[in-house]
């Protein structure tokens, strides 16, 4: 079960990482991203909560990490449904994908912090 979780760990990294290029690919190009977009939300979502689900699986069978392992594994699901509420205000009716562009942003960078410290690197 580690090993799956570390699997499931790197694909996370490169999901939100080709969600913020893309959105900033979007951006710069001053186009929407596209309907695969949001075919990529949706397979970034299930694959991250599949992770926690994993995470919360080897916590309960007593594979234990520091507490910044959890924090930094658990704020992306929080990040996306932030994204999720943003997306349906006014301002961002005409661009709803851009919320979803920064929290893959930072989301990147948690999960990549989350794979670190598993690693017991920082």
Do not use: C, N
């Not at 996370?12 to 991203?33: H, I």
């Not at 599949?50 to 309960?60: C, D, K, P, R, S």
């Amino acid at each position: 079960m580690p090993l799956v979780h570390e699997l499931v760990g790197y694909v996370v990294v490169a999901l939100f990482a080709v969600g913020w290029v893309w959105g900033l690919g979007a951006w710069l190009s001053k186009r929407g991203p596209g309907d695969r977009f949001w075919r990529w939300l949706t397979v970034v979502q299930v694959v991250s909560v599949a992770q926690v689900l994993i995470g919360v699986a080897l916590f309960a069978v007593g594979r234990r990490q520091g507490w910044l392992h959890y924090a930094y594994g658990i704020f992306p699901l929080f990040a996306l449904a932030v994204a999720h509420g943003m997306a349906r205000q006014e301002q961002y009716r005409p661009r709803p994908w851009v919320p979803f562009a920064w929290a893959s942003f930072f989301s990147f960078g948690l999960t990549l912090r989350a794979l670190m410290t598993g690693f017991g690197i920082g």
